[in-house]
């Protein structure tokens, strides 16, 4: 019985994974992959898109036009609010160096539910 019972368990955390894994087209992720390379402006914030494209909507990711500050956030009723939030974050972050947040470094949104804002 227990052996049944590991079996299944395994059985249903694979198919839960696979699930998971199909749901996002992986040509549309390689396409929005490229954008954030040319996007985003370190190697840490590529490796925080990767864990964001993924996330739930409604989600926004912010980012400084002067510095390397970012902030994302995800799972938000309306990607309005979503909008708000990572700004919010984002020109907190700023606030943490800097004495004002001023229209060179301000943060912007640069993508909105995995769509790139065009500027």
């Known amino acids: 019985m227990k052996n049944q019972i590991c079996i299944f368990l395994t059985a ?3 198919t839960g994974c696979a ?3 199909s749901t996002k087209d992986p040509a549309a992720y390689e396409e929005s992959y490229e954008q954030a390379k040319v ?5 840490n914030a590529l490796g925080m898109y990767e ?15 002067g510095t ?9 009723t ?3 609010f979503a909008i708000e939030l990572a700004l919010e974050n984002c020109n907190q972050q700023l606030l943490k160096k ?10 912007e949104i640069i993508n909105v539910d995995n769509q790139w804002v065009s500027k």
Not at 39 to 43: D, E, F, G, M, V
Not at 68 to 76: E, H, L
Not at 98 to 107: G, L, P, Q, W
């Open 19 to 21: 699930t998971t894994l």
């Open 78 to 80: 309306t990607a309005d």
């Open 39 to 43: 996007t985003l402006k370190t190697n």
């Open 12 to 14: 249903f955390a694979l």
């Open 51 to 65: 864990k964001y494209y993924n996330k739930p909507d409604h989600k926004a990711w912010a980012q400084s036009k």
């Open 98 to 107: 800097y004495d004002e947040v001023s229209d060179r470094i301000a943060c």
């Open 68 to 76: 390397r500050a970012s902030s994302y956030v995800t799972n938000k």
